[in-house]
């Protein structure tokens, strides 16, 4: 928190210092060491404290000679822009390119989502005690400016889609998700009944991301109405963001006989995963003793996995995989439910009927001229799309909004996804030092929350910083200034 008061401590024979957030003034003299033959600071009495609502307040009457040449003193944190500042310096570009005079309010907001999880009405109070709002001085973040602003945004849904277009790559493979909004708002016409991953049909608008998996982080956003869940939304999504040679990649809930023939007529190459009980897949080779029926073998993560191929009209063909892990725990959890009778109408028979079943996942594709463990590992890496979406509900919390209409929503989502788009450069940079095991993102952040720079006579000094919080900024090879 800024502290304004009337300081003007650097002057001879006293000194500042910062200790459990308070800000003391000492004493100090020097004398000569002979042994080290050097002057040597001698710590002397407390001198006064400095506080936000009366200034400096002395402790003894030492201090009166220096009361009238106090002046200004002001506390920020400066961590965010230490860290974030060189990771996104690029995405501050595009944001000046595509949004001119409003970049630096997007950039800036985006920011105290990420660090503060900040609504609208609490942003401005977070930004003003952040040094961004020194080093981005024409910028206000307050509510109804920012409402202005989001709006705008909001109505001018080109200018986003061309931001986007500034980091789609060729050849890029793209992992799909969508998840739920929820509001309760009865203006917004995108705000239909929808089927979520809660089971309901609640009143919702779909978010559609698309990830890149050779980027390693969301490179577009669009919002459907809470009813929409099709090809087509893919298919012009991809136009939208300028995307052409990709492979979309689903989860289940996306399969369905017309989809997958909507997406080969639409010229789209795909890989999608199918429920266990679809008639298109082959059991008969897994029930083979010893595997003699499984074709094929790999290694992914320090496991072999195992595998059937079934070519399907000549367009498609369908993997069905076996991890013996999985197997094996599936196993273990179906026994422990018929043991511990916590469900109605499960047996040992019914046990032997599925058991065929356990530890596999059948994919789908049209892609040609791929081995079994490319389509595999192309699947598995649709966890960073789980993570983004993790992050973007239980980091950012924005899952939920109150937004009381379309344009205004279409705004708060583009800040969001840049506060999204900066928690994954957080992340990259994270496994790029080898310092994910030890230290999460939220970790990260609260260390750079530490980071602090104090105004004295005008000018702006870093304060202390822990050897610990140094030593984690020299490894991630950020600049402390």
């Given amino acids: 928190m800024a502290v304004r008061t009337g300081s003007k401590h650097k002057q001879p024979g006293s000194e500042l210092r ?21 002057a040597q600071k001698i710590t002397g009495k407390l001198l006064g404290r400095i506080t936000e609502d009366k200034g400096f307040i002395q402790t003894g009457s030492k201090l009166t000679v220096l009361e009238p040449r106090l002046k200004e003193l002001s506390v920020k944190t400066s961590g965010i822009e230490t860290l974030l500042g060189p990771l996104m310096k690029d995405v ?50 307050v509510d109804k400016k920012m409402t202005a602003l989001l709006k705008g945004v909001g109505e001018d849904r080109q200018k986003v889609a061309a931001f986007f277009k ?10 799909m998700d969508m998840t739920a909004i929820h509001s309760k708002s009865k203006e917004m016409s995108i705000n239909r009944s ?24 969301p490179v577009y956003y669009r919002l459907l109405p809470g009813n929409i869940r099709d090809v087509k939304s893919v298919k012009l999504s991809l136009k939208e963001a300028g995307i052409n040679d990709a492979v979309f990649i689903s989860d289940k809930g996306f399969y369905s006989e017309d989809n997958a ?24 080779p897994l029930q083979k003793r010893g595997k003699k029926g499984l074709s094929h073998h790999f290694k992914f993560q320090e496991r072999f996995i195992f595998c059937t191929v079934k070519k399907i009209d000549g367009k498609r063909t369908l993997y069905t995989f076996l991890d013996d892990r999985l197997k094996l725990e599936e196993e273990q959890s179906y026994l422990n439910r018929i043991e511990t009778q916590k469900e109605d109408k499960l047996n040992i028979k019914d046990f032997h009927k599925k058991a065929h079943a356990f530890g596999t996942m059948s994919i789908l594709t049209n892609l040609k001229e791929k081995t ?19 992050a973007f509900k239980n980091t950012l919390e924005a899952d939920r909004t109150y937004m009381q209409n379309d344009q205004a929503l279409e705004g708060w989502m583009f800040i969001n996804y840049l ?55 020299v490894k991630l090879g950020c600049a402390i200034t």
């Fill in 18 to 38: 910062l200790m459990k957030g308070r800000y003391y003034l000492y004493a100090v003299t020097s004398k000569w060491n002979k042994e080290k033959k050097r």
């Fill in 92 to 141: 501050l570009e595009a944001l000046k390119k595509h949004f001119g005079a409003n970049a630096e309010a997007l950039y800036c907001a985006s920011l105290m989502r990420l660090t503060h999880q900040a609504p609208l009405k609490n942003m401005e109070l977070h930004f003003i005690n952040d040094f961004l709002s020194e080093s981005f001085p024409d910028v206000s973040l």
């Fill in 166 to 175: 500034e980091f789609s790559r060729p050849g890029e493979h793209v992992l």
């Fill in 194 to 217: 929808g089927y979520n991953s809660q089971g309901c049909f609640d009143p919702q608008a779909n978010l559609l991301l698309l990830f890149s998996q050779t980027q390693h982080e």
């Fill in 261 to 284: 023939t909507e997406l080969d007529e639409s010229g789209l190459e795909y890989i999608t995963p199918i429920k266990r009980n679809h008639t298109l897949i082959d059991y008969k």
């Fill in 372 to 390: 079994p463990s490319e389509i595999y590992g192309y699947y598995k890496s649709r966890m960073e799309v789980e993570t983004a979406f993790d």
């Fill in 419 to 473: 506060a999204l788009l900066a928690y994954w450069r957080i992340l990259k940079l994270l496994v790029k030092n080898d310092l994910l095991t030890k230290f999460s993102i939220k970790d990260l952040l609260i260390h750079v929350s530490y980071i602090k720079k104090i105004r004295i006579n005008d000018q702006w000094h870093l304060s202390e910083i822990t050897d610990k919080t140094k030593k984690l900024l």
